[in-house]
């Protein structure tokens, strides 16, 4: 059975400097991202792109995105699989390519996920579960980019 679940976030511009986008270095790329009953999110753009580098930018959360629904969709395969993870920290690159008309995309996304497993837990399905996870996880299979894992493990010490 299918079942659908609808997502809404308010995204609201913040950089008006007076004279709106009345040119392209006129106006702030600063902008706030929220959602009911969330933290708010101080977003802009790169700081290459003319943004503030204190602000999350849209490719930083696209890499978190990506980590994030790869962590969580690893958890229920380990939980199935019977490895017991304690630690889980994830370090994704991401590979941005613009064109001289300004468009891009990403050609590349590789997450590095560090797992720390519970002594016992087989490795061999540790590994497995990454490749389940990344079969499930809802953001990896809505995106065209090529999604690398590259999982290390360590023993709970």
């Not at 061999?124 to 999604?147: M, Q, T, W, Y």
Request: aromatic share 8%; charged share 20%.
């Amino acid at each position: 059975m299918v079942s659908h679940h609808e997502y809404s976030v308010d995204i609201v511009w913040t950089g008006n400097r007076g004279t709106g986008t009345s040119g392209y270095r006129s106006y702030g790329r600063d902008l706030r991202v929220s959602a009911v009953d969330k933290h708010e999110i101080a977003g802009s753009a790169d700081r290459t792109f003319h943004g503030d580098a204190d602000r999350w930018n849209p490719e930083e959360l696209f890499l978190t995105a990506l980590a994030q629904c790869h962590m969580l969709s690893y958890f229920h395969a380990a939980v199935s699989a019977g490895v017991v993870v304690t630690g889980y920290r994830d370090t994704p690159v991401g590979t941005l390519i613009v064109n001289p008309d300004g468009s891009g995309s990403f050609r590349e996304v590789t997450l590095r996920p560090h797992v720390t497993l519970a002594r016992g837990s087989d490795r061999g399905a540790a590994r497995k579960a990454h490749d389940e996870a990344h079969r499930l996880c809802f953001i990896a299979n809505s995106v065209s980019v090529p999604v690398t894992i590259e999982p290390e493990f360590a023993d709970e010490q």
